[in-house]
Structure formats: structure tokens, C-alpha cells
């Protein structure tokens, strides 16, 4: 998919595929300097950090171990309810395991700082976070990511796993979302 097929829904495109792709290698390479010889759980939240979690692994030069979680804070509405369910939990217990958060974006940090919260207290070595996106204008609480891709504006974006109404996610690059398709 790419923009031909929707381009009348993009308003912009923010952040191309090979820009992308650059920032993972750097970030790749930082985490395998970090890790250099440690165990290492990548847990992938979802369903937005696929993209994401794929394209970093791959880049890894030493073996990891991947899980996933899913989590919701979100009631009908596109506002953070404050209330986090866990909708499918890690399989890998994390004692003395070295942890990596794989996000896509991080908005308000309200529920990546309660999934913190919620790892560490599973008795891990280390839990850190690695981030493609963040907007920082949309942080309700703070939350130290240790591996930053782009700090964006506080806007509505599509692709490279993010969604609306699920649909976009395939896109290979990050895009602005026209007002006309979610009524903005």
C-alpha cells in the first residue's frame, strides 16, 4: 500500500519510509551497544508496535526473545480513560530479564506509564522503552524513553502501524490524517 492508494485521506506526509528506516538502524545500534551480551525480551504492545517490533528486531545483531501484550485505556471515546485493562498478558515471566517496551507512539503516557509500573513490579533486571513516535504537547505523565525515534506534533497520524478505525496501518510511512475522514 502506499500513498496512490489513499491519497485523498493523507494530508501530509510527516515522516517518510526511509527515514524510518534510518532511525531504526541508529536505534538498533544503540540498543545492541546497550545489550552487548545480555539476555533481552522485546514486549511489543499492541497491535500499533508490529511495525515497529518487526523492523527493530530484524536490525538486532544478537539474538533476542520477543512476547506481546495488549492494552486498553480507552472507552468509546479517542480520550484515555485513566483505567488500563490488559487484554492479553506476556507469556514469559520476566524475573532478572532485561526488558524492552516496544511502542509505536506515546500520547498522553498515561497507560505506557501504568505498563511501566506493571513490568517492574514482575521483578525484571532492567524494563526501558523503545519508541518510533512520541508527541510530546500530549503528555499527561512522564515517561523516560530511552530509545526515541521522532518527536512529532500533537496531530492525528496514520501508517506504520498506527491506525483509525484500523484501517492504515500498512502504510510504510507516518502521515497526517485528512479532517474530512475522521470529522476533525
Known amino acids: 500500500m502506499d500513498q496512490s492508494d489513499v491519497g485523498p485521506d493523507l494530508a501530509e506526509i510527516l515522516l517518510s519510509e526511509e527515514q524510518l528506516t534510518k532511525k531504526l538502524d541508529e536505534l538498533a545500534a544503540q540498543i545492541d551497544a546497550d545489550y552487548a551480551g545480555k539476555d533481552l525480551l522485546l514486549v511489543g504492545v499492541l497491535k500499533g508496535a508490529v511495525m515497529v517490533m518487526a523492523d527493530l528486531s530484524r536490525r538486532l545483531h544478537h539474538q533476542v ?7 486498553s485505556s480507552y472507552g468509546s471515546g479517542t480520550r484515555s480513560s485513566g483505567v488500563v485493562r490488559i487484554l492479553k498478558d506476556l507469556d514469559a515471566d520476566l524475573t532478572g530479564r532485561n526488558v524492552i517496551i516496544v511502542e509505536d507512539i506515546i500520547d498522553s503516557g498515561l497507560t505506557l506509564s501504568w505498563l511501566v509500573s506493571n513490568l517492574r513490579s514482575r521483578g525484571p533486571e532492567s524494563v526501558e522503552i523503545a519508541a518510533m513516535l512520541r508527541k510530546p504537547d500530549a503528555a499527561q505523565a512522564d515517561v523516560d524513553v530511552k530509545y526515541l525515534g521522532y518527536d512529532i506534533p500533537n496531530e492525528f497520524v496514520v501508517g506504520y502501524g498506527l491506525d483509525y478505525a484500523e484501517n492504515y496501518r500498512n ?14
Open 171 to 184: 502504510l510504510p510511512f507516518v502521515a497526517t490524517l485528512a479532517p474530512h475522514v475522521y470529522g476533525g
Open 65 to 71: 526473545q520477543m512476547d506481546w501484550m495488549a492494552v
